[in-house]
């Protein structure tokens, strides 16, 4: 294999992560090649108006967002491309990664395939997502100011967006599947003394309700049933957040580089190094902590260093 055919870098996936890390890499003059992945532009695609993005006073849509990034990243040489990594090996050097069974080749890699949320799956709570329906508290609570909000879920996350929500709604109701919450006790006791929420366990939504108004979707509620009854029930909401968890994407990483037990990559505490030397992780995908576009940017950043440095190291 000629020395032609190995990239300097490549970056998988394109969040806030995956683009930073582009521009700083690109700026290197390393030439990077991104591949973008499923959801090229990451979680932000997703969602609606982002206000808590630096930079922009008035805020800024968060597609409009990405493509702003990627544009950017792109001036500096960043080579972008719409593809799935599927399968990666990184047992020996170069690292090879594969997008539809074509090998390409690598002397370093940064992994920034975020995380998802996770979701229920209905229909209409994918029509309603960004409009009503949201999987962020920190990101979208602040457009439900005084309306009425449900959050869906039993555990940790659902306590704290729920805690955090009653700073805008006016009120909040936790809804929950079974009637035994798996949130740590201290949350699960801050929520149950904040009189503007309230606990409807044993209950699971089955579909969202709105209005479709020539394309402007407004959220009026949601059709509940409660498991131990069997009843249903139609419930007056403005706003839905589902708090069920995230998954990071790092199934194709497995057995390559070290994970957590729950999945995220396993990084330095001071750099983003994983055990392998050479691969560096960013952003969700090592990060089930802070989870802002503006943290896994600073990450995609300090990937983008940790490259350089190693890639001049090589050379030492
Ligand atoms: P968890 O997996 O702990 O909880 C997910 C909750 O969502 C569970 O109550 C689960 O119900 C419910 N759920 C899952 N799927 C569905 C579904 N399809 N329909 C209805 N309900 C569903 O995830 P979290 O994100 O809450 O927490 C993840 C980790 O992060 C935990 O370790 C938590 O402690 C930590 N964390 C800590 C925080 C803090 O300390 N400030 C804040 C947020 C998270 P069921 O219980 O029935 O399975």
Same mark, same amino acid.
């Given at each position: 294999?000629?020395? =032609? =055919?190995?990239?300097?870098?490549?970056?998988?996936?394109? /969040?806030?992560?995956?683009?930073?890390?582009?521009?700083?890499?690109?700026?290197?003059?390393?030439?990077?090649?991104?591949? +973008?992945?499923?959801?090229?532009?990451?979680?932000?695609?997703?969602?609606?108006? $982002?206000?808590?993005?630096?930079?922009? %006073?008035?805020?800024?849509?968060?597609? %409009?967002?990405?493509?702003?990034? &990627?544009?950017?990243?792109?001036?500096?040489?960043?080579?972008?491309?719409?593809?799935?990594?599927?399968?990666?090996?990184?047992?020996?050097?170069?690292?090879?990664?594969?997008?539809?069974?074509?090998?390409?080749?690598?002397?370093? $890699?940064?992994?920034?395939?975020?995380?998802?949320?996770k979701l229920l799956g209905l229909p209409t709570e994918a029509e309603y997502m960004?409009?009503g329906v949201?999987a962020?508290?920190?990101?979208?609570?602040?457009?439900?100011?005084?309306?009425?909000?449900m959050?869906i879920? /039993?555990?940790?996350?659902?306590? +704290?967006?729920?805690?955090?929500?009653?700073?805008?709604?006016?009120?909040? #109701? *936790?809804v929950?599947?079974?009637?035994?919450?798996? @949130?740590?006790?201290?949350?699960?006791?801050?929520?149950?003394?904040?009189?503007?929420?309230?606990?409807?366990?044993?209950?699971i939504m089955e579909e969202v309700l709105g209005?479709?108004?020539?394309?402007?979707?407004?959220v009026?509620?949601a059709r509940m049933k409660?498991? +131990?009854?069997?009843?249903?029930?139609?419930?007056?909401?403005?706003?839905i957040?589902l708090?069920i968890?995230?998954?990071?994407?790092?199934? *194709?990483?497995?057995?390559?580089?070290?994970?957590?037990?729950?999945?995220?990559?396993?990084?330095?505490?001071?750099? #983003?190094?994983?055990?392998?030397? /050479?691969?560096?992780?960013?952003?969700?995908?090592?990060?089930?902590?802070? &989870?802002? @576009? $503006?943290?896994?940017?600073?990450?995609?950043?300090?990937?983008?260093?940790?490259?350089? &440095?190693?890639? +001049?190291?090589?050379?030492?």
């Amino acid at each position: 294999m000629s020395d =032609n =055919n190995i990239h300097k870098v490549i970056i998988i996936g394109s /969040g806030p992560a995956g683009l930073t890390a582009a521009l700083y890499t690109g700026r290197a003059n390393l030439k990077p090649v991104v591949f +973008e992945g499923l959801q090229p532009g990451g979680q932000l695609t997703i969602t609606t108006e $982002v206000e808590n993005y630096p930079g922009f %006073e008035h805020g800024i849509m968060g597609p %409009e967002l990405m493509d702003i990034m &990627r544009k950017q990243a792109q001036r500096f040489g960043a080579d972008c491309q719409f593809s799935f990594v599927d399968k990666v090996d990184f047992s020996s050097k170069p690292f090879k990664i594969y997008v539809d069974s074509k090998e390409y080749f690598a002397n370093s $890699v940064i992994i920034a395939t975020g995380a998802s949320a996770k979701l229920l799956g209905l229909p209409t709570e994918a029509e309603y997502m960004g409009f009503g329906v949201s999987a962020c508290a920190t990101c979208d609570g602040f457009f439900f100011k005084d309306q009425r909000i449900m959050v869906i879920g /039993g555990g940790d996350t659902a306590m +704290e967006e729920a805690n955090y929500l009653t700073k805008f709604g006016k009120e909040v #109701t *936790i809804v929950h599947r079974r009637d035994e919450f798996r @949130a740590s006790k201290i949350m699960l006791d801050r929520a149950r003394k904040n009189p503007k929420i309230t606990l409807m366990p044993n209950t699971i939504m089955e579909e969202v309700l709105g209005v479709n108004d020539n394309g402007k979707k407004i959220v009026t509620g949601a059709r509940m049933k409660n498991v +131990e009854t069997g009843k249903t029930f139609n419930m007056e909401v403005e706003g839905i957040f589902l708090g069920i968890g995230h998954k990071p994407n790092t199934d *194709i990483f497995k057995g390559q580089i070290d994970l957590e037990d729950n999945g995220y990559i396993k990084t330095s505490k001071v750099n #983003t190094n994983t055990n392998i030397p /050479g691969v560096f992780a960013c952003g969700d995908a090592q990060d089930h902590v802070y &989870r802002q @576009a $503006v943290t896994a940017a600073g990450s995609g950043c300090m990937a983008a260093i940790d490259v350089e &440095r190693y890639l +001049e190291s090589l050379h030492e």
